[in-house]
């Protein structure tokens, strides 16, 4: 294994999220970070824009790459408020 910890230890999740605070100063969107997920937000009152906005996630996707995780584009969603 070239890296990651032993599943299951009880250091993990606090180790997951000294691993990726970094991104909430990567990213240009808000960040919420859950004990093994990150979910990124992004608001706008226009469809249009907010998936325009959302197609640009060049900084976050180099900062993932960089640090060997991934973002799951089969889990965006588009909300209207």
Same mark, same amino acid.
């Given at each position: 294994?070239?890296?990651?910890? /032993?599943?299951? *230890?009880?250091? &993990?999740?606090?180790?997951?999220?000294?691993? $990726?605070?970094? %991104?909430?100063?990567?990213?240009?969107?808000?960040?919420?970070?859950?004990?093994?997920?990150?979910? /990124?937000?992004? *608001?706008?009152? &226009?469809?249009?824009?907010?998936?325009?906005? $959302?197609?640009? %996630?060049?900084?976050?996707?180099?900062?993932?790459?960089?640090?060997?995780?991934?973002?799951?584009?089969?889990?965006?969603?588009?909300?209207?408020?």
């Amino acid at each position: 294994m070239e890296c990651g910890v /032993l599943q299951g *230890s009880v250091n &993990n999740p606090l180790l997951f999220l000294m691993y $990726v605070s970094h %991104l909430l100063c990567a990213s240009r969107f808000q960040t919420t970070l859950f004990a093994d997920d990150t979910n /990124l937000h992004l *608001s706008h009152k &226009n469809i249009e824009t907010l998936q325009t906005n $959302v197609q640009k %996630l060049d900084k976050e996707d180099n900062w993932m790459t960089s640090n060997r995780l991934s973002i799951s584009y089969i889990k965006k969603v588009y909300t209207l408020y």
